[in-house]
């Protein structure tokens, strides 16, 4: 019976100790998920020694961890922007679509980065800009006979010299049916320029269309493919994709 007792005492004594060092044994615990990196765990075990031990001496000590674990914070926000920016260095260089899939698969692997959404909402930009072409179309007319006739008045809008452009379209009778004639693939007519077009210049030209007297329309106009006069070329998404 006593040894019964004497055991049940040792037990008791030793889970008062353990109630007693609660704290300090918590308070270890947090610097060494600070150490390790886990910075958000090391925060909630301070609230935690605040919350249930608030008249323990190692109370004092957690304003320091507190400013250790903030320190380390900054630091890891200043990495984090650093290796952000040589990502958007990248993407910004060169051909838009990869510069928008450099940033696309950034967020993909950095998910809760402070930067993600910054850089979808750059990889968006990107993506738009790589399909507009670099050439304004201020107006296009088809005008129904035998031949018909086909104008656009383009400007350049790119920065450097056009020396050639293609375009496409579908052409339509009054009952809304496709009318095939010079026919580049899925029903579509091909029209081509290849005269110099200098920056910021504007210029009107014109196609004769034969053979398509029921023609009355053009329809899902589309610039294809624009050739540079410094050997560079901008294709539209539809076309690379045909590749």
Known sequence: RLEEIGSKLKTANARITQIENAPENLFTEAVKARADGKLQAAAKMLEAIEEQFPSSAVVKSIEEERKRIKA??????????????????????????????????????????????????????????????????????????????????????????????????KMQDNFGDQVKEQVVGGGRTRIVIQDFIFADDTVTVSWKIFAVPNATSMDDFSVDEIAFSDGSKWQALKQKNKK
């Open 72 to 169: 380390m914070k900054e630091k890891g926000m200043a990495k984090l922007k650093e290796e952000y920016l040589v990502i958007l260095a990248k993407a910004n260089r060169g051909d838009l679509m990869i510069g928008a899939k450099i940033l696309e698969n950034y967020v993909k692997a950095n998910p809760d980065s402070e930067f993600a959404g910054e850089a979808a909402q750059k990889s968006k930009r990107l993506k738009e800009e790589a399909m507009r072409p670099p050439i304004t179309i201020l107006n296009k007319t088809f005008k129904r006979g035998n031949p018909a006739i086909v104008a656009l008045k383009i400007k350049n809008t790119a920065g450097k010299t056009i020396k050639g452009v293609r375009c496409s379209f």
